[in-house]
């Protein structure tokens, strides 16, 4: 009786055992284990992320630059796919198979539960003929998106233009995924914050063949998205517009300023592009033809060419004289008694007369007082000296650096050193009579 009394508790706690057993795991995957949920949910509820619409753009007097198109994309949610017919879903988005199938497996390697973009930037007749048989297709479904429209065609350089996201960017920026647009240049780029708006999300109930039954739950957990603040730029694009024509089969940049202000007023590089041949589809396309033009529509001359400065450095080469004291507003100089030759025009008697003519002999003597503020039996240790000054207070006047400006990919101009010349000439072996050469 003993023996048998002994094994009820065992039997009894194994049992017991094994039911704890149970409650953990039912526990575990009812509570912690959030996986059957979130396939439960998959299968009965799809999210789709409502995108924000970008910000407009305007010039000064309130005409639009930008504004913005309707377009679509296919989505996909791989663990959701069944088989289906390829042929009939190319031939509809004018794909090939092989464009397809790539597209599924970039799906799959991105996540099996999550959707992510199949087929981007379908048309509008696409979009017509797709609806009518998407049914067929579990697992997929259509999202609309926005694309950018220039209207005037003008100021590609400034606006710059909108791309898909790279896997860099989404790594660094978990508000971006796979699909999703940003700004890759110009002011698309510098006010994608707030261009760019905030993303919602709509979530809706899904029969077995994955059609749109209604909104979850009455919508209670649908948040709207925020459309992207517009941007009033200071172009004028009239005057744009009129550069950009005047700079027709030219080479070269226009930037006009206004000087009460530092607005700027118009940005012409040229050779150009048509900024609706870089959105969408067409951009992979025209982004290609354009890098390798030998004319290079897509560099930004106003901001990355150097360029000589032009009679308008006399006023810096004479405010400097002044500084270092080698002239007075009195200063005169006889032309055509140094190697830089002048125009026709009277000898400058003063400093105002000089700026008056544009006298090139005058800011060459001076330069030259400048460069050779002592003189002595070492002629090359009293250029190298003079050089370095002169060439600190070209530098705080803002010369020979970066413009602080919202258009990305300025670059500092050429302000050049002794150590220019010495690489140049060779150390030594320079002087005022080579640095003369170079202005």
């Keep these: 009786m003993d023996d048998f009394s002994f094994r009820k508790y065992i039997i009894g706690g194994v049992i017991i055992l094994i039911g704890f057993i149970f409650v953990i795991r039912l526990f575990y995957i009812q509570i912690i284990d959030l996986r059957y949920k979130h396939s439960a949910e998959n299968n009965s509820q799809r999210s789709v992320v409502q995108y924000p619409a970008r910000g407009l753009i305007y010039d000064r007097n309130g005409e639009i630059l930008v504004y913005n198109q309707a377009s679509y994309d296919l989505m996909i949610i791989p663990k959701q796919v069944r088989k289906f017919d390829t042929i009939l879903l190319c031939n509809v988005l004018d ?32 979009y017509a003929r797709l609806m009518e048989i998407l049914y067929k297709y579990p697992g997929m479904f259509m999202q609309s998106r926005t694309l950018r ?26 508000y971006y995924k796979p699909g999703d647009y940003i700004g890759i240049c110009g002011l698309e780029c510098s006010y994608e914050k707030m261009l760019c708006g905030e993303k919602g999300v709509k979530k809706y109930l899904v029969d077995v063949h994955n059609r749109i039954q209604g909104n979850y739950l009455n919508g209670a957990h649908d948040t709207a998205a925020i459309i992207g603040k517009n941007l009033i730029t200071t172009l004028d694009a009239g005057l744009q517009e ?14 006009a300023i206004e000087p009460a202000t530092g607005e700027v007023l118009a940005f012409i590089s040229n050779p150009s592009y048509d900024p609706n041949l870089m959105v969408g589809n067409l951009r992979s396309k025209n982004y290609e033809k354009f890098k390798n033009d030998t004319l290079k529509p897509l560099f930004n001359r106003a901001m990355a060419s150097r360029y000589s400065p032009g009679s308008i450095f006399k006023i810096v080469q004479a405010l400097v004289g002044l500084q270092e004291q080698v002239i007075t507003e009195n200063t005169g100089a006889s032309c055509g008694d140094a190697p830089v030759k002048c125009h026709n025009h009277p000898s400058a008697a003063n400093l105002k007369q000089a700026i008056q003519f544009s006298c090139n002999t005058y800011f060459y ?15 090359f240790d009293d250029s190298r000296n003079g050089l370095d000054q002169w060439r600190k207070y070209v530098c705080s006047m803002g010369f020979g650096k970066p413009l602080k400006i919202d258009i990305p990919g300025s670059t500092g101009g050429l302000i050049p050193d002794c150590g220019f010349y010495d690489k140049w000439y060779g150390k030594g072996r320079w002087a005022f009579s080579t640095i003369r050469n170079q202005y």
Excluded at 99 to 110: P, Q, S
Excluded at 156 to 167: F, P, R, T, W
Excluded at 368 to 375: F, H, M, S, V
């Design 95 to 126: 794909i090939s198979k092989n464009t397809l199938i790539t597209g599924i497996i970039k799906a799959k390697k991105y996540s099996y539960y999550k959707p992510s973009v199949l087929v981007k930037l379908i048309t509008a007749e696409q």
């Design 149 to 174: 429209k220039y209207p005037r065609k003008i100021a590609s350089h400034v606006l710059g233009y909108i791309g898909e996201v790279n896997d860099k960017v989404t790594k660094i920026n978990p």
């Design 242 to 255: 009129y550069g950009e024509y005047l700079m027709r089969n030219k080479v070269g940049s226009i930037v």
């Design 365 to 379: 003597k001076v330069f030259r007082k400048i460069i050779l503020r002592g003189i002595s039996k070492n002629l």
